[in-house]
Antibody, heavy 120, light 107 residues
Framework: QVQLVQSGAEVKKPGASLRLSCLAS????????VQWVRQAPGQRLEWMALINAGNGNTRYSQRFQGRLTMTWNTSANTAYMELSSLRSEDTAVYYC?????????????WGQGTLVTVSS | DIQMTQSPSSLSASVGDRVTITCQAS??????LNWYQQKPGKAPNLLIY???DLETGVPYRFSGSGSGTDFTLTISSLQPEDIATYYCQQYDNLPFTFGPGTKVDIK
């Protein structure tokens, strides 16, 4: 079955960088998009970025422009998200999700979530 | 960005009740509207896509309707396992955006 497994919880200091991974299985990795969505405590879900796992094309939310990078490794069926210049407001649970289609915003499978805490 | 609003923000209903949640988009999004269920401490789960299509494996008591700017999620007969927060989400335009959520619990 479709499964997305994310890397473990992180604690970071303000100004540091973060790299999360999302290992996909149970489906043809390059036929779908991988997206990142985060949820700050008590807040709504916030879409961050997507990567077309077929060709590596990326789209980012303007809110993170300049400090967010998505990459992927097709041989490892893994997508990565790097967020730099962390601040306390980046404290959140980060989810990867499969987009149904190479650039779709229809998230039909989700990872378990990774808690990221940014604190001095 | 397209703004999504939901009402009510929370509701309490009895088992077996019919529950309706509304979602409004700040501009026409056709039927590019999804509904997700999120239980505490868990990832969201897709319930309804394209405004009215039931995701495989989701119970038939869930249904969706609407197009343009106004949408509805209905639970025809509330069950204890439906306790969760429900989010709408548009994917007509980037950035994809979510509503603030509706928390549903049992009276």
């Amino acid at each position: 079955q479709v499964q997305l497994v994310q890397s473990g919880a992180e604690v970071k200091k303000p100004g540091a960088s973060l790299r999360l991974s999302c290992l996909a299985s149970g489906y043809p990795f390059t036929a779908y998009a991988v997206q990142w969505v985060r949820q700050a405590p008590g807040q709504r879900l916030e879409w961050m970025a997507l990567i077309n796992a077929g060709n590596g094309n990326t789209r980012y939310s303007q809110r993170f422009q300049g400090r967010l990078t998505m990459t992927w490794n097709t041989s490892a069926n893994t997508a990565y998200m790097e967020l730099s210049s962390l601040r306390s407001e980046d404290t959140a649970v980060y989810y990867c999700a499969r987009g149904r289609g190479v650039s779709s915003g229809l998230f039909d499978s989700w990872g378990q979530g990774t808690l990221v805490t940014v604190s001095s | 960005d397209i703004q999504m609003t939901q009402s009510p923000s929370s509701l309490s209903a009895s088992v077996g009740d019919r529950v309706t949640i509304t979602c409004q988009a700040s501009q026409d999004i056709s039927n590019y509207l999804n509904w997700y269920q999120q239980k505490p401490g868990k990832a969201p789960n897709l319930l309804i896509y394209d405004a009215s299509d039931l995701e495989t494996g989701v119970p038939y008591r869930f249904s969706g309707s609407g197009s343009g700017t106004d949408f509805t999620l209905t639970i025809s007969s509330l069950q204890p396992e439906d306790i969760a927060t429900y989010y709408c989400q548009q994917y007509d335009n980037l950035p994809f955006t979510f509503g603030p959520g509706t928390k549903v619990d049992i009276k």
